[in-house]
């Protein structure tokens, strides 16, 4: 990330990192940094990659597939319902609910261990 904030810096703001301390202040190059619009190479791969206005399309392309769908067969017996796009922050959370399954196993593996009915003690 730190080449990716050196070049945005740069090309939002005109602002070269070697002149930090000096040209300008660590507090003002931290308050441009924190204001990088969403296009900005920083926040790719984050929730933050996408504006509101990605949201929004996103939002309206998904209604628009699932008014279409609802004249099909499918919508009549309730199958293959359109997902929508993963967004950056439902892949967030998606990834975020992996990493919490993955590390509470050992923990819920210990309870079943203990359970009689599982076959434990």
């Known amino acids: 990330m730190p080449c990716e904030l050196r070049a945005d810096?740069?090309?939002y703001y005109g602002l070269n990192l070697d002149g930090m301390g000096v040209d300008y202040t660590h507090v003002h190059a931290?308050?441009?940094?924190?204001?990088?619009?969403?296009g900005a190479r920083v926040w790719r791969g984050t929730a933050?990659?996408?504006?509101?206005?990605?949201?929004?399309?996103?939002s309206?392309?998904?209604t628009l597939r699932v008014i279409a769908w609802q004249s099909t067969e499918d919508?009549?017996?309730k199958r293959n319902y359109p997902k929508p796009v993963e967004t950056p922050a439902s892949r967030e959370e998606r990834e975020r609910h992996a990493a919490?399954?993955?590390?509470?196993?050992?923990w819920i593996d210990s309870i079943l261990?203990?359970?009689?009915?599982?076959?434990g003690e």
């Open 9 to 11: 810096l740069q090309q």
């Open 30 to 38: 931290a308050c441009c940094a924190a204001q990088l619009p969403a």
């Open 48 to 58: 933050a990659e996408w504006s509101t206005v990605d949201y929004l399309v996103a």
């Open 60 to 62: 309206m392309e998904h």
């Open 75 to 77: 919508a009549q017996k």
């Open 100 to 106: 919490n399954a993955i590390a509470n196993r050992a």
């Open 113 to 119: 261990a203990n359970d009689p009915d599982r076959g």
